[in-house]
């Protein structure tokens, strides 16, 4: 059965919510004969989410390693920075890419995708991490003592100016981190759009052949 919008649905046809829809077209992908098909859809998703908590966990060491951590807070600081963007990136790239591509629920270009989702992949895999990264060692290294850290009553700027000076070597990395980003943001996005357009060819292909055997019997 091939998904249509409203104003396509033929009198015959099977009416769904977009609950049930969705469900419908991710059961569809998943049981696919052939995975170059759909490889992109069932795995970009966590390729992308992957790359996030690598991110992550290089944001999140840097600043540990600068601020003499160690072991300490190890756990708590891990979740939200290392765990916490890649299973968002996840579930926020299936439902807001993958999603709307397959139920074709707007009529946005291929380019307005690539910049949704690198938008998406940026904000939770560099954004999100560079923010809550130096604020959890700045706190661990103040509560266990490891380095000295400026008070909050000296002003933001002496913070940010400490901040800087410690994130300063790390704008290198920072930099390939970024590229890597929009690199797998943009292949796996433009490989999705591929996928999708190959399913609904062949979906389409499929209910013409199923409407030329019904009009052969009768």
């Known amino acids: 059965m091939a998904l249509m919008k409203g104003s396509q649905i033929p009198k015959d046809a099977v009416v769904l919510d977009e609950n049930e829809a969705t469900g419908y ?20 998703p966590i390729i992308l989410g992957a ?7 290089m944001i999140n060491s840097h600043y540990r390693w600068r601020f003499k951590l160690g072991s300490y807070g190890h756990f708590s600081s891990g979740v939200p ?5 890649g299973m968002l990136t996840i579930v926020f790239h299936k439902h807001i890419i993958g999603t709307d591509m397959l139920l074709m629920k707007s009529d946005v270009c291929p ?23 130096p604020t959890s060692a700045l706190m661990l290294a103040n509560r266990y003592s490891t380095f000295r850290v400026p008070h909050l009553f000296e002003g933001p700027k002496v913070m940010f100016g400490f901040l800087k000076k410690h994130t ?36 389409l ?10 009009k052969q019997k009768y």
């Open 111 to 133: 380019i307005c995708y690539e910049l949704r989702s690198t938008a998406l992949q940026m904000s939770l895999g560099l954004l999100y991490p560079m923010i809550l990264a």
């Open 168 to 203: 300063k070597p790390f704008t290198g990395t920072l930099g390939y981190i970024a590229l890597i980003q929009l690199a797998a943001s943009a292949f796996i996005t433009y490989s999705e759009m591929k996928n999708t357009l190959s399913i609904r060819h062949k979906m």
């Open 25 to 44: 077209i991710w059961d569809v992908v998943s049981k696919w004969d052939s995975w170059t098909e759909t490889w992109a859809l069932r795995y970009g």
């Open 81 to 85: 920075i290392v765990v916490m963007p």
């Open 51 to 57: 790359i996030n908590s690598i991110s992550g966990i």
């Open 205 to 214: 292909e499929m209910e013409k052949e199923f409407e030329r055997e019904k």
